[in-house]
C-alpha cells in the first residue's frame, strides 16, 4: 500500500461502527432499481463494482420512506414496505464481501419533484411554494401528513436494519423535503413544525429520536446542505446560510447523530450541489472547516475531491475525517485502489462535464469518461481474444484512444495513425477555454493508458489506403472527428472571419478587437469567453430565440454567468446576413429588421461537419470497417468515448487459421 495516504487509509469510525478506510461513495441516483424499489442485478452488480475497487462505505442514492407523494422516479431504491427486505439483504451481503460497509440514504422530495413521478397528484412541501427550477404546483403538507411521515423515515431505518444494512442517512441536503422543513426559504408553517428555528427543526428530531427509539445505536448521519447559496440568485430572503447550517448541525449531535455529512446548495442553486468544471477542487471546503470548528462528531464532505493527494491533505488538516467522493467513483470504480497501490496515473479522473447529470435528468444515468459505468453488467468480461491481430485505427481523439486502449486490453494490436504532432483530437481544443483544465486529466490518463500497452502510435502521419495496406489489418477503425462548418455567407471568406477552431487552436490571436461570434452552443459561448478574457469586446449573435439552446442548464448558467461578468454581449434572433470588412449585416428575425453593426473580426460557430471523405475511401477497400465518434455524427466526449468502448469491446474475432 502506497505510504503517501496514511490517513486516507487509516481505519475510521461512525458510532460504532468501523470502517477499512476514510474514503465513502456518496449518494448518487442512478435509476437502476426495479420498479418495486428492489435492488436489480443492475443496480447491485453497479455498487459492488466500487466496493470492489476499494470504497470503505457505500451510501445509496436516494431510497424513499413513502410510495404516495415521496417517490422521485421509477428506477429508485425503497424502504417503503417490508416486502423489500430480503432483497436488500441480498444487496447487503454482495457489498460485505469486499470489506466494505453499507449505508441506505432514506430521503423525501419535498416539493423538488415531478408530478408525474406520483401520479399526477401536486407534489408536496411543508408549505404550498414551488421550486424555482421543478415549476410544479405544490401542496402544503398538513400536520398529521408530517407526524406520518416520521413514521415513514423511522420505519425505513427499521427495515434498513432488519436487512443487514449498516447504518443510514437522512437528507437533509439540496433542497429535499428535510432540508425544506429546516429552512426559512421554504417553510412558512405556522404549526409545531414551522416558525421558530426550534420549530423548523422538529420534523428531524422527531425522526432521529424515532430511529434512535426503534434501532438503538444504529448508526445515523445526517446530510445536510449547511449554506443554500441563495444570495447567488438574488433570492428575496437568505434561507440557510453558513452560520445557521453550523447551528444546525450542533443541535443535530445534541441529538445523537453520528456523522455529518457537510454540503451545499438546493435546486436553485444546482451549481453548488454538483460543481461544472471551471469550480476547483475543495472550493466548498470553507463549509467543512466551520462544521468541523464546531462539532466532535466525525464530518465527511463531497468537495470536488478528484485527487487523491488532494484528499490526503483535506484529512491530514483537519479539515474532514471522511472523503466524500461520488462522480469520481462513477469515472472510476478502482480509484480507492488505484491510489493505495500508488497507480495514481492510472486513475481515470473524473472532468465535471456534468453528462451524468445531464443523463439522470433524461432517465439514465452514464459517465462520459467511462463508458462501462451502469453497464457493468453487459461489459462485465473482456475477452482476451485478439491473437495479436492488427487493427489500424485514424484519429487519436478520445474516440480512437479509448478503442485502441480496450482493443490493446484484449490482445490486439492497434496502430494509430495521427496527423496532428500529438494526441488528443478535439480534446485539444475543449481544454482552451478558461478554466477548462480538467480535460487535460482525460487526455493524460489516455495517453499513459496507450504507452503503458505498448500500443504505437504514429504521429504526424496521415493516413492513407497505401499505408494501411501493408498492416494487412484485421479491421479498420475510422476516428477522423469533425471539422469546422463554414456557411456560404456572402463575406465568409474574408480574411478577418474565423472559425472556433482558429481561436481555440492558437492559430489566431486576438487581442483589442470588436469581435462577433456567431453561434451560442457551448463551443462559442465558451469561445466568447476566451476571447474576452484576453482583452477583446464581444458579442454573440444567435439566430434561435434563445442562447445556448440544447445546452444542458448547470453549464449554459456557468458560462452565461462568466459572460456577463467580463461584459459579452448575447443577442438571440439575430441571422447573420452577409460579412463586409468592417461590419456585418444582421436581419433581426423579430422585426424582419436590417441592421450593420462595426466589428474588427468575425468568429464563426455554426457547429461541425463529419471529417468523412477517408471512412469512404477505407470503406471501399477494407472490408472490416468501423466509425466511431465525430464522424458518425458530431457529439460530445461521452459518445465518442461510448462508441469507441463499444465497438473495440464488440470486435468479432475470426479464428486465425492454423498451418
Not at 430521503?107 to 411554494?129: D, E, K, M, T, Y
Not at 481523439?397 to 488528443?424: C, D, H, N, Q, Y
Not at 451560442?520 to 474576452?532: D, F, N, V
Not at 456577463?564 to 460579412?579: D, N
Request: proline share 4%; aromatic share 6%; charged share 25%.
Amino acid at each position: 500500500m502506497s505510504q503517501k495516504y496514511q490517513n486516507l487509509f487509516s481505519p475510521g469510525k461512525i458510532g460504532t461502527l468501523e470502517l477499512k478506510n476514510r474514503v465513502v461513495m456518496t449518494a448518487m441516483g442512478t435509476g437502476f432499481a426495479n420498479p418495486d424499489g428492489t435492488p436489480s442485478e443492475r443496480i447491485i452488480k453497479y455498487y459492488e463494482e466500487r466496493a470492489k475497487g476499494g470504497v470503505g462505505l457505500i451510501v445509496t442514492e436516494v431510497t424513499r420512506v413513502n410510495d404516495d407523494h415521496g417517490k422521485a422516479s421509477d428506477g429508485q431504491l425503497s424502504v417503503s414496505k417490508d416486502e423489500n427486505i430480503e432483497a436488500l439483504k441480498v444487496f447487503a451481503d454482495r457489498i460485505h464481501q469486499y470489506g466494505t460497509k453499507l449505508f441506505v440514504q432514506l430521503h423525501h422530495p419535498g416539493r423538488q419533484n415531478a408530478s408525474a413521478a406520483i401520479g399526477g397528484q401536486p407534489v408536496v412541501g411543508p408549505s404550498a411554494i414551488p421550486c424555482g427550477l421543478m415549476q410544479e404546483e405544490t401542496r402544503a403538507l398538513t400536520t398529521e401528513e408530517v407526524e406520518g411521515l416520521v413514521e415513514d423515515f423511522v420505519n425505513g431505518a427499521k427495515r434498513a436494519k432488519a436487512a443487514g444494512i449498516d447504518g443510514v442517512e437522512l437528507h437533509a441536503a439540496h433542497g429535499y423535503l428535510l432540508n425544506q422543513f429546516l429552512s426559512p426559504y421554504t417553510n412558512k408553517r405556522t404549526d409545531k413544525y414551522g416558525g421558530s428555528f426550534e420549530n423548523r427543526l422538529r420534523f428531524i428530531e422527531e425522526i432521529i429520536n424515532g430511529i434512535r427509539r426503534e434501532c438503538g445505536d444504529f448508526p445515523l448521519m445526517v446530510r445536510l446542505s449547511v449554506d443554500e447559496y441563495l444570495d447567488t440568485i438574488g433570492a428575496p430572503e437568505p434561507g440557510i446560510v453558513l452560520e445557521e447550517g453550523v447551528k444546525i448541525v450542533q443541535a443535530l449531535e445534541k441529538l445523537g447523530i453520528d456523522a455529518i455529512d457537510v454540503s451545499s446548495g438546493i435546486y436553485e442553486t444546482m451549481n453548488t450541489i454538483v460543481e461544472p468544471t471551471s469550480y476547483p477542487q475543495g472550493w466548498r471546503t470553507h463549509l467543512s472547516q466551520a462544521v468541523k470548528a464546531a462539532v466532535n462528531i466525525p464530518v465527511l464532505a463531497a468537495n470536488v475531491i478528484r485527487k487523491p493527494e488532494f484528499a490526503e491533505e483535506l484529512l491530514s488538516s483537519h479539515t474532514i475525517d471522511f472523503v466524500g467522493i461520488g462522480r469520481g467513483l462513477l469515472a472510476d470504480p478502482e480509484w480507492v485502489n488505484k491510489a493505495a497501490e500508488g497507480r495514481e496515473c492510472d486513475i481515470r479522473n473524473c472532468i465535471s462535464c456534468l453528462h451524468c447529470f445531464e443523463s439522470i435528468f433524461a432517465g439514465n444515468l452514464e459517465c462520459a469518461v467511462n463508458p462501462r459505468m451502469g453497464r457493468e453488467l453487459e461489459y462485465d468480461h473482456l475477452q482476451k481474444d485478439g491473437q495479436g491481430q492488427t487493427v489500424a485505427i485514424i484519429g487519436a481523439g478520445p474516440a480512437g484512444m479509448e478503442s485502441a486502449r480496450v482493443l490493446a486490453l484484449r490482445g490486439f494490436k492497434p496502430v494509430i495513425f495521427e496527423k496532428e504532432a500529438t494526441v488528443g483530437g478535439q480534446l485539444l481544443l475543449a481544454n482552451k477555454p478558461p478554466q477548462k483544465e480538467k480535460i487535460d486529466w482525460l487526455i493524460e490518463y489516455l495517453d499513459n493508458q496507450l504507452k503503458q500497452l505498448g500500443v504505437e502510435v504514429r504521429l504526424n502521419t496521415m493516413a492513407t489506403v497505401e499505408e494501411i495496406s501493408k498492416l494487412s489489418p484485421y479491421a479498420v477503425f475510422i476516428a477522423t472527428g469533425a471539422d469546422a462548418f463554414i456557411p456560404g455567407i456572402e463575406g465568409s471568406n474574408l480574411e478577418h472571419v474565423y472559425t472556433t477552431t482558429d481561436i481555440l487552436n492558437g492559430a489566431v490571436n486576438l487581442e483589442g478587437k470588436n469581435i462577433a461570434v456567431i453561434g451560442s452552443g457551448m463551443t462559442g459561448l465558451e469561445t466568447a469567453e476566451l476571447l474576452a478574457e484576453q482583452g477583446n469586446t464581444v458579442t454573440v449573435y444567435e439566430m434561435a430565440t434563445q442562447i445556448g439552446a440544447g445546452a444542458y442548464f448547470q453549464n449554459l448558467i456557468d458560462v452565461t454567468t462568466k459572460l456577463a461578468r467580463l461584459g459579452v454581449g448575447l443577442h438571440p434572433v439575430h441571422k447573420l446576413h452577409k460579412i463586409l470588412d468592417r461590419s456585418i449585416v444582421l436581419e433581426k428575425l423579430d422585426t424582419n429588421e436590417m441592421v450593420e453593426t462595426p466589428v474588427d473580426a468575425v468568429v464563426l460557430s455554426l457547429g461541425v461537419r463529419p471529417n468523412n471523405t477517408i471512412a469512404n475511401e477505407m470503406k471501399g477497400n477494407f472490408a472490416n470497417v468501423k466509425c466511431i465518434g465525430d464522424v458518425n455524427a458530431p457529439r460530445e466526449i461521452a459518445q465518442a468515448m461510448s462508441e469507441g468502448y463499444t465497438e473495440a469491446f464488440n470486435l468479432e474475432v475470426k479464428e486465425l487459421a492454423t498451418v
